[in-house]
């Protein structure tokens, strides 16, 4: 196990995991659709320089659908800018995957480098079990590519961890570092999300009062540079996309969600939830953290390391959970820090597990647990996942079903509340232009979400096709005229997990359709061959699948 072939074949697989989720889910949701939007405007109509007003609020998604708080542009630009060299040489590609798995690659990187030095901080066996609990959990892979704010600035942030582990330096150069990744800190929280500073703060205090840094020759010079950098890049490039100046968005977020508490709108949860729920849900693992860390911190050899890791991160979750609206994603930045205090614990089983039957015992549980984590992520949540973006499947059939009128030059389509919440967007429309001027069908888009308006009879009869939900949507578009309506599809979306009794029989279709679309029928037939082993051998019958139901309508008007 502890060669380097393996190391380099779990390096590999942290860029190929992130790609395969991917390539299976390769929609967004609407918590994505600020960025995703921004994209495919940066890319479809450019960034005006005549008219900018008026060309921004003709052409670009956010003056429309603006949100509760505006949101900057910056990582949308630099996606789209590292987008273009791809597309020039093939227009057609896939844009909405591109930008995403540029991102997706760049979060690759900053883990790889994470791993690398934690490979030299605490030597080779330590990083295999990092790289080993990192590939077997499921929502750093899976949102590595998705364009949340958060992880713009997962990235970075996991940049500026790797610099700060203690790896075999003069102090010289570690000061260096610890300036460069207070820098990357600073930078990351002004741009992208403002709790950062929170995150800045308690590694900042932890590097001072451990005597690694100074205030004068890397605090200083690290926040001046941070901050000019930081703000000239977010209130440059947002105040032109938002025709506001000055405009620092995350200011405009952070004044909203916490002077204001307007978050709490979303949900409050208690003040143990990112201990008890969030940190657990995000290692997978339980041995991670029932396990590893604690002895990681409970033997002399790795407690100074697990310390050093942990405790920055670790009050910074203290801090951020007197805040009462809470989400995993706001915390998400600690776990390469935490899944590396529990990779010191399982490398010091691991090294010690000829020395004791108690440590060979728990080698063997680390290795069936961290196996049954990449089992239960790679093949039941992402899956699950993969189901929940009915939105997109849906406009996909709309536009394989559609027919229009030849002699109507302009085709209307209401996209309902649930379709725009779970994967339309503007990607995804057809054509990306509002006019046609060679005489094709030019096809327009209405997401209007007033219930008072959608009440009256009179608002369905302007389109040609709409993709409403099943129950009272579908119901307000039937009620006065449901003979002029034919169902084109319904599109399937999540609806939890089914579970599977001894001697029941597994359907499998959500999964075996998208092994199909990745590995083909082989696949498929291994899949198959693989579920009905474990459940005879290991879990006795017992498993889980993917259950789905009907979640959108796709109507369109009839026509005699």
């Known amino acids: 196990m502890l060669t380097f072939p393996v190391f380099l074949l779990l390096l590999a697989a942290i860029p190929a995991l992130i790609l395969l989720h991917l390539a299976v889910a390769p929609y967004t949701k609407v918590e994505e659709s600020f960025h995703v939007q921004a994209i495919h405007d940066i890319l479809s109509y450019g960034i005006p320089t005549r008219n900018i007003s008026e060309t921004l609020r003709v052409d670009y998604d956010h003056f429309t659908f603006p949100g509760a708080v505006p949101r900057t542009f910056v990582g949308a630009l630099v996606l789209s800018g590292m987008s273009q060299p791809f597309i020039w040489l093939k227009d057609n590609v896939d844009r909405q995957f591109l930008a995403r798995a540029i991102l997706g690659l760049f ?26 609990f990192q590939t077997s959990q499921f929502h750093v892979l899976y949102y590595a590519s998705r364009t949340l704010s958060n992880m713009f600035a997962f990235g970075l942030t996991t940049l500026a961890l790797r610099y700060l582990l203690p790896e075999p330096v003069s102090p010289r150069v570690y000061k260096k570092r610890s300036r460069l990744s207070l820098y990357l800190l600073t930078v990351a929280g002004i741009i992208f999300r403002s709790e950062l500073a929170i995150f800045l703060a308690t590694n900042t205090l932890f590097l001072v009062a451990t005597r690694r840094i100074t205030i004068q020759r890397e605090i200083i010079p690290a926040g001046i540079l941070g901050l000019l950098v930081g ?6 490039v947002d105040s032109y996309f938002w025709q506001q100046f000055p405009l620092w968005p995350e200011l405009a977020a952070f004044k909203f969600n916490v002077i204001a508490g307007q978050s709490s709108a979303w949900g409050t949860h208690s003040w143990h939830f990112y201990f008890t729920n969030a940190i657990p849900r995000l290692l997978l693992n339980p041995l991670t953290y029932t396990v590893g860390t604690p002895l990681a911190l409970f033997q002399p050899a790795t407690r100074s390391l697990a310390a050093y890791t942990l405790i920055p991160s670790l009050v910074f979750l203290a801090i ?8 995993w994603r706001f915390v998400i930045y600690t776990i390469p820090a935490l899944t590396a205090a529990s990779a010191l614990g399982a490398s010091y089983i691991w090294t010690h597990r000829a020395k004791s039957l108690l440590y060979r015992l728990l080698s063997l549980l680390m290795l069936a647990s961290t196996f049954a984590s990449f089992l239960l992520s790679t093949f039941i949540l992402l899956p699950a996942s993969s189901a929940n973006y009915p939105g997109a499947h849906a406009i996909h059939a709309l536009h394989s079903h559609a027919n229009p009128n030849p002699d109507t030059p302009v085709v209307s389509v209401y996209l309902g509340n649930l379709a725009c919440q779970t994967g339309v967007t503007r990607f995804l429309q057809h054509p990306f232009s509002s006019t046609a001027a060679d005489g094709s069908t030019v096809w327009k ?10 009440s009256s009879a009179s608002f369905w009869s302007q389109f040609d096709y709409v993709l409403v939900e099943p129950g009272d949507e579908a119901g307000q578009v039937l009620a006065d005229s449901p003979d002029n309506w034919v169902d084109l599809d319904t599109v399937d979306g999540f609806a939890g ?7 029941d029989q597994a359907v499998g279709a959500v999964e075996e359709k998208i092994l199909g679309s990745v590995f083909g029928q082989e696949g498929v037939r291994v899949w198959n061959s693989g579920r009905d082993f474990v459940r005879r051998v290991v879990t006795k019958g017992w498993w889980a699948e993917v259950r789905m139901e009907p979640k959108i309508r796709v109507l369109g008007r009839a026509r005699e």
């Open 107 to 132: 979060n690759a990187a900053s883990l790889l480098s994470f791993a690398s030095g934690l490979r030299r901080a605490a030597g080779k066996t330590t990083a295999i079990w990092y790289l080993l």
């Open 231 to 236: 703000l000239a890049s977010t209130v440059l």
């Open 320 to 327: 951020y959970s007197a805040q009462p609206h809470k989400e």
């Open 445 to 454: 888009y209405d997401k209007t979400e007033d219930e008072a308006a959608k």
């Open 497 to 503: 997990l089914r579970i599977i009794r001894p001697g």
